[in-house]
């Protein structure tokens, strides 16, 4: 069908059309009108009837067009009120994918796409998942809402999720019997869309209502809220290989522990703490007994298989506030604060004996011996402590490995050097 033209973007050559005709017939209406002022009797009143008429049709067609001409201005001024409309969102969104630019962690970017959200969907509640670091679940990151029924739950699976298994926008319409998540929130409707970025997902952006149209209103918010999960998943990614680099650059890629660099600031640190708090801080080498041997004697790889779960021990029986590192090669650190040297002794004995356990699982004899220094008993600071630590350990070894050893404590100004105190193993 062709489309009609327009009264106020016409096209000149029917605009020129439409102007001759309409003036020949108000011309021929001023000619019926003038000859029945002349004219008499029937003759008159045959002009006065064509003048009358032709002037009615001029009329009727000023209306018509006048009607459309009113129909096409409401329309440009609703396609106005639209494109500023869709001016303004893209510029929130703009706004908003430059502040994500410096968000440094989850909080901060669930704080930025809050506050978007807010504003381009305030009719609307949400919730921002993100992937752990198993990804086995995800997490609520953030969650915003106007009013108090909305409650969406701390952790959702994956396999719960249809979004999630497609790796598209899916909405849950409980009232329009739609296929719903298992993790649907409450009676609201909800869209849902995966936010992928360099082909991995790293969360879900949930957008709830629970207006009896729900649905359709869902569906009419669905380019934005596309556009919501598109912005979040490049930061996402960005604050993900962020992370990684910084992993990278503090841990040992075999072990998984802390690396030297690390150490040393932290070893620095962590003594200024104690000694503004008057609290001891121990420190732990650790040494793999005969560790050469045993990669001559069955290979590089069950030499990594035993560090690493050597390593595995010391996580499981350490505090999450020590630090253990891996020093260089088959050595380990440990940093322990507020711990004694008693204490430490104690706490080195049982990771020597969890260590020889190892044996049993890797076929093989696996020891470890273990040097001992702690500020202020047995070191002034971080410029001795390793050190003395170290003279502990090399004290283990020449005493026959697979035992524990303390460095020497201070001696008072009426005291003598105390000797080295060994716990040596069966």
Sequence with gaps: MQKRDSILSPNKA???????????????????????????????????GMAAATALFTLGVGIRYG??????????LTLVAQTGAARA?????????????????????????????????????????????????????????RKDGFAPPATLFPGSCW??????PHVNDRLGGSLCCQHAIGGASTIEVPMMARGQVFGLLVIASEAEDASARLLD???????????????????????KLRTQSLRDPLTGLYNRRYMEDALERYINLAQRTGTPISVLMIDLDNFKRLNDDHGHAKGDAVLCDVAGQLVETLR?????????????????????????????????????????????????????????????????VVAMADSALYAAKQSGKNRVVTAPRRARSDDKAMPLLTAAGP
């Excluded at 630019?101 to 909080?107: N, R, S, V």
Aim: glycine share 6%.
């Design 320 to 384: 999450p506030s020590d630090v253990i590192a891996r020093y260089g090669g088959e050595e380990l650190l440990v940093i322990m604060p507020k711990c004694s040297l008693d204490h430490a002794a104690a706490k080195a004995e049982l990771l020597r004996q969890r260590v020889e356990a190892l044996s049993a699982a890797h076929g093989t004899p696996v020891s470890a011996s273990f040097g001992i220094a702690t500020v202020p008993e047995t070191a002034t600071g971080a410029s001795d």
């Design 221 to 243: 918010v669905t380019r934005v809220v596309r556009a919501l999960a598109d912005s979040m998943s490049l930061a996402l990614s960005n604050i993900a290989l962020r992370e």
């Design 67 to 76: 009607r459309r001409a009113v129909a096409e201005l409401d329309g440009h």
């Design 163 to 168: 979004a999630l298994k497609r790796g598209k």
């Design 14 to 48: 029917m605009t020129a059309a439409r102007r001759l005709s309409v003036h020949a017939v108000q011309a021929c209406c001023a000619v019926c009108a003038v000859s029945s002022v002349l004219a008499e009797g029937t003759t008159a009143r045959i002009l006065a």
């Design 89 to 145: 969102q893209v510029e929130e969104l703009f706004a908003m994918a430059d502040m994500l630019q410096a968000a440094d962690d989850h909080e901060d970017a669930g704080a930025v796409l809050m506050a978007s959200a807010e504003r381009l969907l305030p009719e609307f509640d949400g919730a921002l998942y993100v992937f752990n670091n198993s990804r086995d679940r995800l997490d609520l990151a953030r969650s915003w809402s």
